[in-house]
């Protein structure tokens, strides 16, 4: 396959590893990634052997691979067939769910994986790399914006320590609750999630970095016989180092957490560039997205619907901000939630309105530049 780099692209082969990540939470988290995945408590990847994903077919040789939230797995992949390899996007919390999506993969296909690209550095994104790197030795390059790498090496294994720590409060926080409850259906449950936590507690002990060994700063192309898959960073958006993936042919976007169908994670965000690169997705011609979080997104209203949601967003709490308000205050006054009944779900089944405190505290120190 041909590769087509532009502006300051480079291959920089670095070291293998083996990460892990998380699951579900107890507490309510209104979106994925990884500051809401380091909540979550701990669910085995391989399920007792049940597939962690449906793989289906939203084009020719175009694969999601959407995640079976009952298994606790919350993050999408999209497979897609190349003339003599596979390339991959998007790699989960742990190699463990990596390792039992690559057993999914050869269900379909022959084939090996080629490439892996990391839509961001977010831990339920990238961590899972590993798995791919031992199980095709030969030639696997994983591709990332140069600014998610960089976000990967600055940010995103800080963040596997921080996730450590946070995992052993949790099952001490747990343990403390068993050791006061009487009901047996909750202390079971309690034992499970205990166990649960522990298994993964264990997994993120041993995780070593996997990180991108191709970047690119703008786009790259990838040409394989018929298929054209174009990388590309529309601005800093979700976060500072979002990249989508088009097919052009097939009519389908790849966008991580740029647009996803549940609740935006905006914590690490550019509210006003995403609304950028929202107002530049929206101008792709597509029939299908395949998103981070959620089934198959179809047409333009979800792209829409975030876009005048941000901006709505940012121009009350600046209003607010403007009048004197204080944040509490504008917490009380914020009205957004108009926008509640379009947005999915997550596994959790929240929606927006557990997220919106963070929203608009996030808003705030942006306007206000507050920490
Ligand atoms: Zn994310």
């Keep these: 396959m041909k590769c087509k780099l532009s502006n300051e692209s480079r291959v920089d082969k670095v070291g293998n590893g083996i990460l892990r990540s998380i699951r579900r939470t107890k507490q309510r988290f209104a979106c994925s990634c990884i500051a809401l995945a380091v909540l979550c408590f701990a669910v085995s990847a391989f399920a007792g052997g049940e597939p962690l994903f449906d793989l289906n077919e939203v084009a020719d040789g175009v694969y999601i691979a959407l995640a079976r939230l009952k298994h606790g797995v919350i993050s999408n992949a999209a497979v897609i067939m190349l003339e003599d390899s596979v390339l991959v996007v998007d790699t989960h919390s742990r190699p463990s769910t990596a390792y039992s999506l690559i057993d999914q993969i050869k269900t379909v296909t022959d084939k090996p994986v080629r490439y892996v690209v990391n839509t961001h550095f977010h831990a339920d994104h990238f961590r899972g790399n590993a798995a791919y790197l031992q199980s095709y030795p030969q030639g696997l390059e994983i591709i990332s914006s140069e600014a998610a790498r960089q976000s990967i090496l600055n940010r995103g294994l800080p963040r596997i320590k921080a996730d450590i720590s946070r995992q052993n409060k949790q099952i001490e ?49 990838l040409y394989s016989k018929d298929r054209v898959i174009q990388l590309l960073f529309l601005g800093r958006a979700h976060t500072d180092n979002d990249i989508i993936v088009y097919l052009p042919k097939e009519k389908i976007l790849v966008t991580g957490d740029l647009l996803h169908a549940w609740v935006p994670y905006i914590a690490d965000c550019y509210p006003y560039e995403w609304i950028h690169a929202l107002e530049a997705l929206e101008k792709f ?36 901000h403007g009048q004197g308000a204080s944040l509490q205050e504008i917490k009380q006054k914020v009205d957004l939630l108009e926008y509640e009944p379009h947005m999915g779900l997550d596994e959790a089944g929240t929606g927006l309105r557990a997220a919106l405190d963070s929203h608009i505290q996030k808003a705030y120190r942006v306007i206000t530049g507050d920490q």
């Design 173 to 221: 926080s747990l343990k403390r609750e068993l050791a006061d409850t009487t009901d047996p259906g909750r202390r079971d449950e309690l034992k499970q999630n205990i166990s649960q936590t522990e298994q993964y507690l264990e997994e993120l002990k041993d995780m070593l970095p996997a990180v991108p060994t191709m970047t690119f700063e703008k786009s790259l192309t």
């Design 285 to 320: 011609e597509f029939d299908k997205i395949i998103s981070g979080h959620g089934d198959v997104i179809q047409g333009k209203e979800m792209i829409i619907l975030w876009r005048n949601y941000l901006t709505d967003l940012m121009a009350q709490v600046a209003e607010l």
